[in-house]
Structures are given as C-alpha cells and as structure tokens.
C-alpha cells in the first residue's frame, strides 16, 4: 500500500507562484510513476502532470504546459508541481497520485494511490 501526503496548498494572488509537494511512503518511489491532477468545484477532476518512475518523461495538461513543472526526487520519495503565473481558474484541490506499474499517463483509471488533496486558491 502506499501513501501519499501532499503539502504547500494556500491562498496566492494572481500572478503568483506555489510549490506543492508530495511525499510518498509505504513501496520503494522509483518504481512508481506520479501525477498531478486537480479537481474545482462541480467539475470532473482533471489531468495536469506526470512523469515516469526514470523521471524521464513528462506529460502536460494544455492548460498549465509552459506555467506548471512536474519534478521528483526519487532520494526524497517526494515529487513537486511547480505553479507558475497562477490564474484564479487555477483555483481547485490538488491531488497528487501513483501508478503502481511506473508508466506514464494522464488516465485518471491508471492511478492506483491517491493523496488526500491540497486547497489552492488563486485571488483576482
């Protein structure tokens, strides 16, 4: 089983920047792939980032590429999102999530653990 605890959620102005962590524990980090995904209110939670188990590869969400960056440290067990010039429509939790087969993806059906979420609000 593994466990995922996200941190650095707040409130920021627009404009503004947040890094949010996500620490892992319960099955070795490297062999698991990472995503990011969010979901707003009565919306479909929704694909942002992901990067393989190597770390090698990378998926974006066209609604953050260019503004978002997915990293992980697989010494620390923990993986990032870095959100730059944050919208207010950025404004959902954030979760964080493993796939336990270390792919790549941005099906939300090939996410196997998930974090228990992280408030972003982004003002106007």
């Known amino acids: 089983q593994v466990q995922l605890v996200e941190s650095g959620g707040g409130l920021v102005q627009a404009g503004g920047s947040l890094r949010l962590s996500c620490a892992a524990s319960?099955?070795?980090?490297?062999?698991?792939?990472m995503g990011w995904f969010r979901q707003a209110p009565g919306k479909e939670r929704e694909f942002l980032a992901s990067?393989?188990?190597?770390?090698?590869?990378?998926y974006y969400a066209d609604s953050v590429k260019g503004r978002f960056t997915i990293s992980r440290d697989n010494a620390k067990n923990t993986v990032y999102l870095q959100m730059n010039s944050l919208k207010p429509e950025d404004t959902a939790v954030y979760y964080c999530?493993?796939?336990?087969?270390?792919?790549?993806?941005?099906?939300?059906?090939?996410?196997?653990?998930w974090g228990q979420g992280t408030q972003v609000t982004v003002s106007s």
């Open positions: 999530a493993a796939n336990g087969r270390g792919g790549n993806s941005y099906y939300l059906s090939d996410y196997d653990y």
């Open positions: 319960g099955r070795t980090f490297s062999t698991l792939g």
């Open positions: 990067r393989s188990r190597s770390g090698g590869n990378t």
